[in-house]
Every structure is written in structure tokens, then in C-alpha cells.
């Protein structure tokens, strides 16, 4: 159940990584048989239980800046709950027709890790089908609404000029942009960096904030 070729960062990972394959078995045992796969709770607690986004797992700050960007960032559209029960080539890397940069695992594991929060009976959850499936009608609102209320996300100023502390401008950043350039012909650029250095321009602190994209060069 594990590919991997051989070089430094993959050993450094391995543990990892038959963690995750392991959290597979385990959800295996229980569901084989009694419903089909179900796709963002096996890779949700695999991802989770593996602890292999263990940055995430114990810094908070992290967490909140990789949910401010990655889920709920400028640009992105909520996918729906269809999206999240089909593996294939998109599910990695969701195209929401924009910045393409929606993953199915982030979201996977976001809502595994509300419903633990929340003190969900998980185990319970698992072993019946009705209970997963009225689960999923309003999970991805749910998961929203539990994290949009624990980062205060309406408190996070709007008013690039209302900023006042270094948290504030963080919190904007993650919130309102996102990396990404314009051209010389004000054209936005997100998520590629095809002819860069030949049609790059630096942006200005107001096209930042208008656009909501820039590169660290700005």
C-alpha cells in the first residue's frame, strides 16, 4: 500500500506514511462489507490519526494561518460534499476555476478533525451508513461554522488601513491574499509561474490589496 522511492526525505517520512496506510486497514475492517468506501472519513482519519500534518496538530497559530489561506481564503469556492466522495486525479488538487488550489486531503482531514473537536461519537459514526450520510448533508457547513466561530474569522478587520498590530496584518494576509502576480499587462497570475521573469512587474502596496495577490517580492 506504500510507494516511495528511495532518497533522504522519503525515509525521514516513512513513519509517517505506514501510519497513514494503517489508519486505512483499521477503517478497512470496519466498513468492508457493510457500506462503500467513504472517502473523506478514511483519508480524513488517516491523515488525522497518522499525525502526519503534526505541524498543524499542535500549533495553533499554524492551524489558524492554514485555515485562514487554505480553506476560506480570498478566491475560494466551497466545494460540495459530491466532490469529496470520488477519488481521482482532482481530488488532490480541486479545480474551483480560479486559484486551483483546493485539496480534498486539507478538507479530509478538517473534517475529521471538527468532528473530534466537537466531540463527536466517531467510532458510532463509522459503523452506520444512515448516520454518515445525514452527516454529510451539512458537514462542510458545520466544519465552517465551528472554525469560522473559534478564529473569530467576522472580527478579522477588513480595512487594510484599520490594521493596527503585526496579528492583524497576518490575519489579513492569510485572509484576503493569496501568492500570485500580475503581468505586464495587469493580468493576474495563481498558483504558476509560466514566462515569470519575462512579463512580471512588481505590484504596488494598492494593487495588493485590490487584486488580493502578490509574489514576496511585494
Known amino acids: 500500500m506504500i510507494n516511495y ?8 517520512r516513512l513513519p509517517k506514511y505506514l501510519r497513514h496506510e494503517l489508519v486505512h486497514m483499521f477503517y478497512e475492517k ?3 462489507g457493510k457500506y462503500d468506501r467513504i472517502l473523506w472519513l478514511d483519508e480524513g482519519l488517516a491523515q488525522y490519526l497518522s499525525h502526519e500534518k503534526s505541524d498543524l496538530d499542535h500549533d ?20 460540495n460534499i459530491e466532490f469529496f466522495r470520488e477519488q481521482g486525479d482532482t481530488y488532490g488538487k480541486f479545480v474551483d476555476g480560479v486559484s486551483n488550489s483546493y485539496n480534498g486531503y486539507d478538507w479530509s482531514y478538517l473534517m475529521v478533525r471538527y468532528l473530534v473537536e466537537s466531540d463527536k461519537d466517531i467510532v458510532s459514526i463509522l459503523k452506520d451508513i444512515d448516520k454518515i450520510r445525514e452527516l454529510e448533508g451539512h458537514i462542510i457547513e458545520d466544519t465552517l461554522d465551528y472554525y469560522n466561530s ?7 478587520k477588513q480595512n487594510f488601513n484599520d490594521i493596527k498590530t503585526p496579528q492583524e496584518l497576518m490575519n ?5 491574499t493569496v501568492y500570485g502576480w500580475l503581468d505586464i499587462k495587469g493580468i493576474m497570475h495563481i498558483g504558476n509561474l509560466k514566462d515569470f521573469r519575462k512579463n512580471y512587474r ?6 495588493i490589496i485590490d487584486t488580493g495577490i502578490g509574489t514576496c517580492i511585494e
Open 150 to 156: 473559534k478564529f473569530e474569522v467576522r472580527k478579522i
Open 172 to 176: 489579513y494576509m492569510n485572509l484576503f
Open 30 to 32: 470496519i466498513w468492508s
Open 202 to 207: 512588481t505590484g504596488t502596496i494598492n494593487e
Open 5 to 12: 522511492s528511495y532518497d533522504k526525505l522519503s525515509i525521514l
Open 60 to 79: 495553533e497559530v499554524k492551524f489558524k494561518a492554514w485555515y485562514l489561506s487554505l480553506i476560506i481564503g480570498r478566491f475560494k469556492k466551497i466545494p
